[in-house]
């Protein structure tokens, strides 16, 4: 039965491991300053762990995704939980480059099979009516994963240390492939569903149709826009930056991170409420989460020196509505797709955030270790300069938005469905009279 016990069951096994595989994503952003005395790096080898760690994970979505289609959710959830697992256990032991770069590209594949495979699950069991709601429940509470790293992974690595936390970490990660092998099924109906085989030319013409379709590309600057700075801060940037940059201990920055994430689970629940009740609206969201972004960064950033207790909760409160934000980009991929072409789709959507994601890591570090000379001493001034590159990204994304926005709404308006401008919506409502605000 779809939406019934059994189907929120079902999505909590799957929800754990999104949740086991964000706790690993983010473990070297709460433990980078420990990465940075124990291999002895700058901050520009520090963010190429990051930049490979995403770069394997948007190089693997479309694949990923088109295995998805072929294989289901079950088998790929059970694999990336035991590839992660792997990661952290190297991780737990290296001491040099090698082993910890091995590391990383094992915990960005194993996540790259993680995500999409556990929002395949929702629509496979929930009601069409609940789906936006439990997508927009699914990334957000996901989060609940940079909680697990920024205090319990961070104070191991305080108290025990390195080993003892990335142990800890691949521990979960065993357990968790167990618990998904025993009660994920892929569908009410089936424990395992097959799509059809793969071939050549089936690959290729799903691929060109998902990526044709404006609504998918759509998709893609969204989750291109919002995503990507609340992943570079709690992905490796934010805690430096806490913590070298603005001086806060690292209680208050663990502290601070996790309001990011209360955050993003608060406005999930929001936002999947809006994009169910105005689907032809969702565009402003997004566009109005890149808005609360930029002015949260600039708040901080021309702020003079450092910045208030309550400004930087300001900034949280920003980077936390992007979560919710980036989801929308899978709505427009589901519902723009037919069933049968969603991985793929999906696939193609999650490209946009850890591509604008690891650009940003990568100048961030290099733009740090230019005016440091590679050492880790930084003070607040090098890390406002550095971050301010976030605004390049924004302003690709958002022309990306508005360009592919209007290209779906010409696919849609030829497909008979017509989206009526906000302004006339707005003023038909009495929200906004154009007559009278070009009198006055």
């Not at 940037?237 to 940059?245: D, E, I, K, Q, S």
């Not at 309550?310 to 991929?333: D, R």
């Amino acid at each position: 039965m779809r939406g019934g016990a059994r189907a929120w069951a079902v999505w909590a096994v799957g929800l754990s491991a999104y949740v086991v595989a964000v706790l690993d994503r983010t473990s070297l952003g709460v433990a980078g300053l420990d990465a940075q005395q124990r291999f002895g790096i700058g901050a520009s080898a520090l963010a190429s762990f990051a930049v490979l760690q995403l770069l394997v994970y948007a190089g693997l979505q479309v694949p990923v995704g088109v295995l998805l289609d072929r294989f289901g959710s079950l088998r790929l959830v059970v694999g990336g939980a035991l590839i992660m697992a792997a990661g952290q256990l190297l991780m737990a032991f290296s001491d040099g480059l090698g082993g910890a770069i091995v590391a990383r590209v094992l915990v960005g594949a194993g996540d790259a099979m993680t995500f999409i495979s556990v929002l395949r699950l929702v629509p496979q069991w929930f009601p069409t009516k609940r789906v936006p709601v439990v997508t927009q429940l699914t990334g957000i509470i996901g989060q609940f994963g940079q909680i697990l790293s920024a205090v319990p992974l961070a104070a191991l690595l305080a108290g025990p240390g390195w080993s003892t936390a990335f142990l800890g970490a691949a521990g979960t990660g065993i357990f968790i492939a167990v618990v998904a092998l025993v009660a994920l099924h892929d569908s009410p109906d089936r424990r395992i569903s097959s799509g059809e085989a793969i071939t050549a030319r089936l690959l290729g013409a799903d691929l060109v149709t998902a990526w044709q379709h404006p609504g998918t590309r759509l998709g893609l600057w969204t989750h291109f826009s919002t995503q990507f700075p609340g992943t570079v801060f709690a992905l490796i940037w934010g805690y430096p930056f806490l913590l070298a940059g603005e001086g806060l201990s690292r209680g208050t920055a663990s502290t601070l991170l996790t309001m990011y994430v209360v955050v993003g689970m608060i406005g999930g629940p929001l936002f999947g409420i809006v994009v169910q009740r105005h689907p032809l609206r969702r565009s402003w969201v997004v566009l109005s989460v890149v808005a609360a972004n930029a002015l949260g960064w600039g708040i901080v950033l021309a702020w003079p020196g450092r910045a208030p207790l309550g400004v930087l909760a300001l900034l949280m409160i920003a980077l936390g509505l992007g979560g919710p934000g980036s989801m929308i980009g899978f709505e427009f991929a589901r519902t723009f797709n037919p069933p049968n072409r969603l991985g793929t789709a999906t696939g193609i959507v999650n490209v946009g955030g850890f591509v604008a994601s690891l650009i940003t890591i990568l100048l961030v570090g290099l733009i740090l270790d230019a005016r440091t000379g590679g050492s880790a001493d930084y003070d607040i001034a090098d890390f406002k300069v550095a971050l301010s590159v976030q605004y390049v990204l924004m302003a690709i994304g958002v022309l990306g938005i508005l360009r592919t926005r209007r290209l779906a709404r010409r696919r849609l308006a030829a497909e008979g469905v017509h989206v009526r401008p906000l302004r006339e919506v707005l003023a038909e409502r009495g929200w906004f009279n154009a007559q009278r605000i070009g009198k006055g």
